[in-house]
C-alpha cells in the first residue's frame, strides 16, 4: 500500500460531525467540551492491523513514518474543522493515543520520537494555531517514557494517568506541573 494514495472521506464532510455538533451545543453551556481525533500511533494500526502495523515498525520505519504522516495530515484537518464548526464552545481537543500498556510504550521511546512525534506536534500546533486552548492525550497504561515528548510537542494534560501502569502523578507533578495537567489517577 502506497500511503500517498489513500482517500479519506471529506474533513467537511456534515455527516462526521452531526452527533459531536449536538452534544457540544447540548452540554457546552455547563461542562468543558473537547472535540477528539485519534493520535499517530493507534489510527494508522487500523489500516494495517495492530500486529502487522508492530512488524512494520521494524521492517520498513520509513514507510511507516509516511503512512504516519499521511494519516495524520487528515485527522489534523478533522480537529481543525470541529475547532472551527465549535471553537468558542469547545474547551480544546482530545488526541487519543492508546499507544502504551501496562509495562510501557507499543514501540520503543525511540520510535515513536522518529516517526510519531513529528505528527503529534503538528498536529497540536495546528489545533492551537485553530483556537484550541487545550490540547490533552489520552492512552492507557504506562505513559511514563513518553510524558516528556508529549510536554515538548505542548500537549497540556494527560489521561487518565493509571497508577497501577507506574504512571507516578507525584513524579509528573514534581517535574511538570506547571506546564501539564493530570486527569485520572
Known sequence: MDPDSLVFESPSLDSRYEESDAAVKKYSDRYATFAKTGGPFKRPSWLRGYAQFLIDFADDPEWV?????????????????????????????????????????????????????PSLKGMVRAYKEAGASKVYMHSDGNVMPLVEMWVDAGIDAINPCEPRAGVDVFALQKQHGEKLAFIGA
Open 65 to 117: 513514518r509516511a503512512l504516519v504522516e499521511r494519516v495524520m495530515d487528515h485527522l489534523t484537518a478533522v480537529g481543525v474543522e470541529q475547532l472551527r464548526r465549535n471553537g468558542p464552545s469547545l474547551a480544546g481537543i482530545q488526541i487519543n493515543d492508546d499507544c502504551c500498556s501496562l509495562k510501557g510504550p507499543m514501540i520503543s521511546p525511540r520510535a515513536f520520537e522518529k516517526i510519531c512525534l
